[in-house]
């Protein structure tokens, strides 16, 4: 087997297929959408360069920004309300245990098996201001029923509630694997010392879930920056903007508005926030694992002396 493995021909044979996967399915597009980027090509035809004139742009486009600004919006929900409650009923099933931990696991993972196009027309009907589901609920306690969720100013607010909504599967699931990975005689041991569950959720489960909430934050950031099937569904960027995603002002500038080069331009500074998150992220917990270690180093060394 040594042998096997020394032999070139046989690296270049299980490395090849997924470098070329890699160069064709990443790298070149990545390329070609920075070369775009340079051009006013329409999607159709020749294309001039043009330098940095896309990007000039870009820079004075307003709904661009409010895309963005729209994108944060999601991310801070992802990490503050979305990852939080997924992380604490991750926790919860973990202790349910028997049936009703598959149970309830299924249930709360079913909306990421549904279609997005059945997620984003079913949130279209309870949003529905004559017949919608959330106003007759409303009307039930003597409310106001005809309210236009998806109207200038609540669309924003609506849409963040459905993409957390429909995400909250994947986080739980994330955060319910790296909780099974944990040995359960940290538990055995942290119960015979006397330990309450909130002490060992905050003791035990927390620092060595650092990792995977390392994961699941930098996917939250990404995923929030890439929303564009359901966005596009339900609202379509309306009204006026209000509720636009980069990812999706990317496909009407490219695909709708004919402006190829300027959609990739946006595309490549999709890519450059990105990887800058990553990087950030990745810092950012980095530093705190070393501040860790420096403290637990401090601490043995007090105990010794």
């Not at 600004?69 to 099933?93: D, E, M, R, T, Y």
Request: proline fraction near 3%.
């Amino acid at each position: 087997m040594k042998k096997l493995y020394s032999n070139k021909l046989v690296i270049l044979s299980l490395v090849l297929p997924g470098l070329l996967l890699f160069v064709f399915a990443i790298l070149a597009p990545i390329c070609l959408s920075v070369y775009y980027g340079f051009t006013d090509y329409s999607g159709i035809g020749s294309c001039n360069y043009i330098g940095l004139e896309n990007y000039h742009r870009l820079m004075k486009d307003q709904v661009f920004w409010t895309s963005l600004k729209n994108s944060l919006l999601l991310a801070i929900g992802f990490i503050c309300i979305q990852h939080p409650l997924a992380l604490i009923v991750a926790a919860v099933l973990d202790k349910l245990g028997g049936r009703g931990e598959g149970f309830f696991r299924c249930v709360y993972f079913v909306p990421n098996v549904i279609s997005v196009a059945v997620i984003a027309y079913l949130w279209k009907f309870i949003y529905n201001p004559d017949f919608g589901l959330l106003n007759n609920i409303i009307k039930l306690f003597g409310g106001d029923g005809g309210i236009n969720w998806l109207s200038q100013g609540r669309a924003i607010w609506s849409v963040l509630i459905v993409l957390i909504w429909h995400g909250f599967g994947w986080g739980m699931l994330i955060y319910y694997t790296g909780i099974k990975n944990i040995d359960p005689t940290l538990y055995e041991a942290a119960a015979i010392d006397g330990a309450n569950q909130k002490t060992t959720f905050m003791r035990i489960t927390l620092p060595l879930m650092k990792p995977v909430i390392q994961v699941n934050v930098t996917m939250a950031v990404i995923s929030a920056l890439k929303q564009m099937e359901t966005v596009y569904l339900l609202t379509n960027g309306g009204p006026g903007n209000s509720t636009q995603f980069a990812a999706n002002y990317l496909y009407q500038q490219a695909f709708k508005a004919f402006k190829y080069g300027y959609g990739n331009a946006i595309g490549v500074i999709f890519i450059i926030i990105c990887l800058v998150v990553t990087i950030l992220l990745n810092t950012v917990f980095a530093d705190r694992d070393e501040d860790a270690g420096r403290k637990n180093g401090l601490n043995r060394r007090r105990a010794k002396s």
